[in-house]
């Protein structure tokens, strides 16, 4: 059996299960810290770049926070983003929904980029 769905209908369906299945039972409390994960996040970066088919966030310093590889449609974010963000936010809530927050935050500055993946690293 086939089920047709519109493009509408997959985006939400997509939305929908794109958290992580370990956190699923906070997703209720993600929406409480999203305006401060969001607001920290915007303080941070200062400015952005392209090359090598990607797309860079930095801070003052012209250092990468967030990265998007086009190729793999995967975000990266750099550790030093949460480590700042445990000094206003619970470490244990940066943990579980600094992922959303950097997704969301990228999808509003870039709403036509697919990401597919979301990941910590250290970037510089």
């Known amino acids: 059996m086939k089920i047709i769905i519109t493009e509408d209908q997959l985006h939400l369906i997509n939305e929908e299960y794109n958290r ?20 920290m996040l915007k303080q941070d970066v200062s400015s952005y770049g392209e090359a090598h088919e990607s797309i860079y966030l930095m801070n003052d310093k012209k250092e990468p ?42 999808k509003g500055l870039f709403p036509d980029v697919e990401i597919k993946e979301v990941s910590g690293v250290n970037i510089g």
Do not use: G
């Open 20 to 39: 992580d299945r370990w956190d699923a039972e906070y997703s209720d409390e993600y929406p409480k810290y999203k305006k401060l994960f969001i607001k």
């Open 65 to 106: 926070l967030f990265v998007y590889r086009r190729k793999s449609k995967t975000l990266y974010y750099d550790y030093s983003v949460d480590r700042e963000m445990e000094d206003m936010i619970p470490a244990h809530v940066v943990s579980r929904h600094l992922k959303n927050a950097v997704y969301d935050y990228f």
